[in-house]
Every structure is written in C-alpha cells, then in structure tokens.
C-alpha cells in the first residue's frame, strides 16, 4: 500500500510569485484535504477536494486554489505569495467525503517566500 | 468555528514514566483525532476516536463525546515518544475533513 507522497519537499520563493505543489494519495482514496502549519502552531485547514471537486473550505483567499485529477491525485497553487505564506504545507487523504474516518498525511513540503 | 484546547502545552518526562495529555472540545463532534508530529515535521495518525477506548501498545486514548473531552495516555515513555501531540476534531454535520487542531503538547523525553 503506497502512502501519501508530497513534491517538493522544500521550495524557495519570492514574494508575489507563483507556487504549485503536488500531492498523490493513498492508495484507494479518493479525497484530498489540504492544510497549512504555520511554525509552532497546528496545522489549519485549507480546502478538501472529493472526487475532483471542491466540497469544503477553510478561512482562506482565493489566491490559495487546488484541483484533483482523475487518479485522486491533486495539486495546491497559490498565486501572489506574500511572506506569512512560510509554512509547512501538508496534504491529507481518506476515503469518502463525510468527515468520518481516518486522515493520513504526507511528509509535506516546506514553503519559504523571502 | 469548534475550539479545540489542550493541555498542558508543554511536558518533559524521564524516560520510563507515564503521562496523560488532555484534549478539551467546544461542540459535539463525528471526528477526533491524535497525531504526533516528530522532530522533521511528519505527522502520524495514532488514533481515530470521536467515541470510547483503544489502545496499541504503550498507548491508550478515550473519549468522552457527551463530557467533551479526549485523553492520551502514554506509559513507560521512551525517548522516541518525543515530539508535539496533536489532537483534531471535526465538527458533527461538516461534511468533510475540516479538522480543527489544537495547539499541541509538546512532549520531551529524557534518558
């Protein structure tokens, strides 16, 4: 059974610039939820994406958007990166779309805007 | 939003001895979760319980839904038992893994 896999691991960028990252769930899965964790605080949630669409979201701009393919992977994008965007973003993913299961994280990748 | 509060935030051990870590929740929940998060940022599912008892190994967690609360208890800590415990909770009726997580415990374990 393949665990959840993040890229990359680590990434530098500069303040207004573009930022995509890339999440490939579990095995089986079919939801995705996205978090961010700002240093010495927990993780907040972003968004969740359920079978290739959008189905909750957290207190988060537009600028911060996603998709999920076919294959259940997905991707997270944040446009105009300003530099309280530093942080560990993780991503997550389950089964079903209800809320009600177990949550399985990847190693995450660490986003630094300078 | 659902407030999660845990405590205490910090905590050092000897190694060898035990400890609880509680987890306070504001609404009724169909999601509580701990998870420890090691020293390079990876975050482990220890246990999915939004009701009752389990236990794997040295570890153990209850819930008490009506009450609003979850405990942790881990026994003869080892150093590898360090890191910051965190616990979730999803709101009942979300509709999702809008997961609300607390601060965290962070847990230091000495030889």
């Known amino acids: 059974e393949t665990g959840v896999t993040q890229s990359p691991t680590h990434l530098i960028k500069t303040r207004g610039q573009q930022v995509t990252l890339r999440c490939s769930s579990q095995?089986?899965?079919?939801?995705v939820s996205w978090y961010q964790q700002a240093l010495g605080q927990g993780p907040q949630f972003i968004f969740q994406?359920?079978?290739?669409?959008?189905?909750g979201r957290g207190n988060f701009p537009p600028r911060f958007s996603g998709l999920q393919f076919p294959n259940y992977s997905s991707e997270l994008n944040v446009n105009a990166l300003e530099l309280d965007d530093s942080a560990l973003y993780l991503c997550a993913s389950s089964l079903g779309r209800t809320g009600q299961g177990t949550l399985h994280f990847g190693n995450g990748t660490r986003l630094t805007v300078t | 939003g659902i407030q999660v509060e845990q405590s205490p935030p910090d905590l050092i051990l000897q190694e060898g001895a035990n400890s609880t870590l509680r987890c306070n929740f504001s609404d009724s929940v169909n999601n509580l979760q701990w998870f420890h998060q090691n020293p390079w940022g990876q975050l482990i599912n220890l246990f999915y319980?939004?009701?009752g008892t389990k236990q794997n190994g040295r570890l153990s967690a209850t819930t008490v839904a009506t009450e609003r609360y979850s405990l942790l208890y881990i026994s003869s800590s080892q150093t590898t038992d360090s890191g910051v415990y965190f616990c979730a909770v999803g709101a009942s009726g979300a509709g999702s893994y809008q997961l609300t997580f607390g601060k965290g415990t962070k847990l230091s374990v000495i030889p």
């Open positions: 994406y359920y079978r290739e669409e959008e189905n």
């Open positions: 095995s089986g899965h079919n939801t």
């Open positions: 319980i939004p009701s």
